[in-house]
């Protein structure tokens, strides 16, 4: 078939929108309609350049929501019609990782998708003169239609708004994730957040639910503290106001350090100030930020002799096909926000703009909406 989508040519340049030719799903594989997809600043990353996996020609995109229009051989979770969440990180229930509690990292396509590649190592993406065009993180949300894995798609409730839900698809449940599977924060805790972008802003939503006494919010742009406040927020540091060290002015505002520091910046300077402002002896610092190929974080070891503790979480600890359509029922039933981060809306045609927006940090989120 043919559909449209925003095509990433080659590194650093514009998206490209323009008709593609998308083959059918073939065994364990469903087609979806993407109705919604938010962008977030890992797509950015990877259009830059920065990304180590980067491949191009590529569609990009990994934050969508959309219905089933048809089913591969084999396929017995999902009908047409479903409404589905792509998952970048798939759940198939039986390879070692899925077996293992500590994880949420399914390796079953984990290799395949690194290279832009469905399973059985083919794209079903190509330009109208026959070039491949790769996968993206097993998703390619910045198209109408897209292939996806079995495993790799989330079944959620059909009431649930594809503009909104979209974003449980990456950043909802990344940030909260984060602190409610990866740090497992308690009530009374105090965290710092650095950067009140669109996932820093669901770890400040993931701390209150966790029922946090102090959320200390750090970014750079004083515009982004409004909207934190609003999700949470009890202090603002804007580091370039701070005379003097930001880790003992965070070490003093927390009382001693935080219990749990979280890095949504991707900036390896960033990371280092986490997990120092932790709080001596039990402290931990958890990395979701994604930094540049090459960028190395550094900290002298005494800092972890003496109690501080680093993780990192991807797709905040989730397993996408239990965890995701838990995640959409929040939402619906008011436990979690969304509407408030979704700053913008946009046309596929207009999903430059959408880039542009993230870099001026005049967006949370924008969503292009098919
Ligand atoms: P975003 O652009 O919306 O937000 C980033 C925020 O960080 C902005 O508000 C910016 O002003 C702030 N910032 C930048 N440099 C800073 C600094 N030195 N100090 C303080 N604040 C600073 O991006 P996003 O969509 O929220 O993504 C944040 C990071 O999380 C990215 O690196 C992204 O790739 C990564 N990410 C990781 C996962 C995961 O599973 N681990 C999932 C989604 C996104
Ligand atoms: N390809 C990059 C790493 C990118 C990365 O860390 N991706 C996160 C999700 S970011 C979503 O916005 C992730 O899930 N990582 C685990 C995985 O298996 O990719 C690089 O540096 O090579
Ligand atoms: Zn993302
Ligand atoms: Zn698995």
């Known amino acids: 078939m043919r559909t449209r989508a925003a095509v990433a040519v080659e590194a650093g340049k514009p998206l490209e929108i323009m008709d593609v030719e998308l083959d059918g799903p073939r065994a364990g594989e469903v087609l979806v309609e993407v109705k919604a997809t938010g962008l977030c600043h890992t797509d950015e990353f990877t259009r830059s350049g920065a990304d180590p996996e980067g491949i191009f020609p590529a569609i990009l995109g990994h934050e969508g929501a959309g219905v089933v229009v048809e089913v591969g051989p084999g396929v017995t979770s999902l009908a047409v019609g479903d409404h589905v969440i792509p998952l970048y990180t798939p759940e198939c229930r039986e390879c070692e990782y899925c077996l293992n509690p500590k994880t949420n990292l399914c390796q079953k396509v984990r290799a395949t998708q690194g290279q832009g590649l469905l399973p059985d190592g083919t794209t079903r993406f190509s330009m109208l003169d026959g070039t491949p065009i790769h996968h993206y993180m097993g998703c390619s949300t910045f198209a ?92 603002f540091v804007n580091p370039s106001k701070v005379d003097g060290d930001l880790v003992a002015h965070l070490v003093a505002l927390t009382g001693g350090g935080a219990d749990y520091t979280f890095d949504a910046t991707g900036n390896v300077g960033v990371m280092r100030t986490a997990l120092e402002c932790a709080h001596k002896g039990w402290g931990e610092s958890i990395i979701i930020g994604v930094a540049p190929a090459g960028a190395e974080i550094a900290t002298r070891p005494f800092q972890l002799v003496t109690g501080r503790v680093w993780k990192g979480t991807a797709f905040g600890g989730a397993r996408g096909r239990t965890d995701v359509p838990r995640i959409v029922d929040w939402y619906m039933d008011g436990k979690i926000e969304i509407d408030p981060m979704i700053t913008h809306k946009l046309t596929l045609d207009e999903i430059n703009h959408g880039f542009d927006l993230m870099h001026e940090g005049k967006s949370i989120r924008a969503v292009v909406e098919f």
């Open 144 to 235: 109408n239609h897209t292939v996806v894995p079995e495993i790799a798609l989330a079944k959620i409730r059909p009431d649930a708004p594809f503009d909104k839900v979209c974003y449980i698809g990456c950043g909802v449940t990344t940030g909260i994730g984060a602190v409610i599977n990866t740090a497992k924060a308690e009530i009374g805790c105090r965290g710092v957040v650095f950067g009140l972008g669109g996932i820093g802003l669901n770890v400040i939503q993931g701390l209150r639910l966790a029922g946090a006494d102090q959320i200390v919010g750090v970014d750079l742009n004083d515009d982004k503290a409004e909207m934190a406040r609003r999700f949470g927020m009890t202090d």
